[in-house]
């Protein structure tokens, strides 16, 4: 039986084999760019710094949180994710700035709810609230809050 399979490999041609080493060495090329000078958005060549990071211990961790203003004018805190709202908490803390700059952009987190869960309540406007939860000496002590953005249908 090793035989046979000893038999079945094939030799690889001096061109098939110029091409695969050429590839190998764009992409440890493009990792160790990615390495060196990349960020997280040059996935999968980019360093991965979210990974390699911490906390300081008398630090904040900083989460994002979205507030949705109910029927009966009362504020709920609802998840933020792509199911609930149509995308992910990471994709909104990355285009907060966004947010903060335009808030009329929220109408589109309502609009997607709309669409995604027709059988709740319509929300009648957002907010999306930036959150600090203070550390000291790695325990935690507090939470702060503030709104980055908020939106009103009308």
Same mark, same amino acid.
């Given at each position: ?36 000078? @990349?960020?997280?958005?040059?996935? %999968? *060549? ?22 949705? /203003?109910? %029927? ?13 709202? @149509?995308?992910? /908490?990471? +994709? ?11 808030? @009329? ?21 957002? /907010? ?16 702060? +809050? *503030? ?8």
């Amino acid at each position: 039986m090793i035989k046979w399979a000893l038999m079945s490999i094939q030799r690889l041609r001096p061109r098939a084999r110029a091409i695969r080493i050429l590839v190998t060495a764009v992409c440890l090329t493009l990792l160790l760019a990615g390495t060196a000078f @990349g960020d997280d958005d040059a996935f %999968p *060549f980019g360093p991965f710094r979210m990974y390699s990071t911490s906390t300081p211990p008398n630090g904040n961790v900083n989460v994002m949180a979205l507030d949705a /203003r109910m %029927p009966d004018g009362t504020w709920k805190r609802v998840r933020l994710d792509a199911g609930e709202v @149509g995308i992910t /908490r990471a +994709e909104a803390e990355g285009q907060g700035t966004r947010f903060k700059v335009d808030p @009329g952009l929220l109408e589109r987190l309502v609009e997607a709810h709309d669409r995604l869960k027709p059988r709740e309540p319509r929300w009648t406007g957002v /907010r999306l609230i930036q959150q600090y939860y203070m550390l000291r000496h790695r325990l935690y002590v507090g939470t702060r +809050e *503030f709104t980055i953005a908020q939106w009103t249908r009308s």
